[in-house]
């Protein structure tokens, strides 16, 4: 379709009567649209987002704001312990090299130890509580998460 097909130019005659343009019809495609299954599902999901929108805001902007505040509060909070975390792994792993260099130990054979450690701990080989300096809630939290920790210690 052209846009001269699509345009139409009246004379400044008076007299004249507007033609309206013809009809367009789409081309038949064979899709026939969703199943009524389908469009009852989709429906369904949509209703269940609108209903959990309404009560969103049917809430008091104060509440919603003080649980994004104590949202924010517990992100920065978990933020801070990952940086906490890191700053003391990378402590330790600096003192562990530092030690084995003095007594000539290699940096791969440091971290194959903490490989070995670290899998000893994961299969319950290790349950000693390092002279009181781990809690055996901190064993129950490594136990867990086991299996997600497993995959971050698989060695080769």
């Known amino acids: 379709m052209t846009l001269q097909d699509q345009l139409q130019i009246v004379s400044a005659n008076a007299e004249a009567a507007l033609v309206p343009p013809p009809e367009t019809r789409k081309p038949d495609t064979g899709e026939t649209g969703p199943t009524l299954e389908e469009a009852m599902a989709r429906n369904e999901a949509l209703t269940e987002k609108l209903d959990a929108l309404d009560a969103v805001l049917a809430k008091p902007l104060a509440e919603i704001l003080a649980e994004r505040e104590k949202a924010d ?25 530092d030690l084995a260099a003095q007594l000539g130990v290699s940096e791969e054979e440091v971290v194959a130890r903490a490989m070995t450690h670290a899998n000893a701990v994961l299969n319950g080989a290790d349950e000693v509580d390092l002279g009181g300096t781990i809690a055996p809630a901190q064993l129950q939290h490594i136990a867990r998460h086991r299996n997600f920790l497993r995959k971050q210690f698989r060695t080769g």
């Open 73 to 97: 509060e517990a992100a920065l909070a978990w933020d801070r312990f990952g940086a906490m975390w890191m700053l003391s792994q990378r402590a330790m792993r600096r003192v562990a090299l």
